[in-house]
C-alpha cells in the first residue's frame, strides 16, 4: 500500500468514527428533543449515519483508497482532514449551540465526500462519495430549517 493509499485510508476510518459518532449525538438529541417533529427528524438522521458508516466499509472492502488519483503533496494541500474535525460540545450547551454544531459537522462531512467524489477514478466509488455528500448537504438543510423554525420564527 502507498503512502497515500494509507492516508486515504485513515481518513475513511476516521470519517467512519465521525459517522458512528454523529448516529450517537442524533439519537442522544433525539431522546432530549422536546417536539415530537425534531424527534422524528433526528432519529431519521441517525438511521442514515448508520447508512453512512456502512458505505463507507463497503467502500473500503472494495479497495477504495486504491482509486484515488493525486499525490501526497496534493493531499495534503486539499487539508481533507480538515473537513473532519470534532466542533466539541458542552454538557451545558443549549439547544441552540447543539444544532450549530450538527450543522457544522453535516457542511464538514458534505465538504469531504465532496472532495472524495472528484479524486476517484473508479465511476461506483464516485457514485458513493457523491451520493454521501448529497444527504450529508441534505442533513445540514433540515438542521438548517430547524433551526429557523426553532430560533428564526420570523424568517
Not at 432519529?43 to 472492502?61: C, F, I, P, S, T
Not at 482532514?81 to 459537522?105: F, M, T
Not at 445540514?140 to 430560533?151: G, H, I, N, P, T
Request: proline share 3%; charged share 30%.
Amino acid at each position: 500500500m502507498t503512502e497515500v493509499q494509507e492516508s486515504f485510508e485513515n481518513l475513511i476510518a476516521l470519517a467512519i468514527e465521525r459517522e458512528e459518532e454523529a448516529y450517537d449525538f442524533y439519537s442522544t438529541a433525539a431522546e432530549n428533543a422536546e417536539s415530537q417533529a425534531a424527534k422524528k427528524l433526528l432519529k431519521e438522521l441517525a438511521q442514515q449515519e448508520v447508512g453512512h458508516k456502512e458505505k463507507l466499509q463497503a467502500a473500503l472492502e472494495e479497495d477504495v483508497c486504491g482509486t484515488f488519483s493525486c499525490t501526497l503533496e496534493e493531499m495534503k494541500e486539499l487539508s481533507l482532514g480538515n473537513y473532519l474535525k470534532d466542533v466539541p460540545l458542552k454538557p451545558s450547551s443549549s439547544p441552540q449551540e447543539i444544532l450549530i454544531v450538527a450543522i457544522k459537522r453535516e457542511e464538514g462531512a458534505f465538504q469531504f465526500y465532496k472532495s472524495l467524489s472528484e479524486l476517484t477514478d473508479n465511476p461506483s466509488h464516485k457514485v458513493v462519495f457523491e451520493t454521501l455528500a448529497k444527504e450529508e448537504q441534505s442533513h445540514k438543510r433540515r438542521l438548517e430549517s430547524m433551526y429557523d423554525d426553532a430560533f428564526q420564527p420570523w424568517m
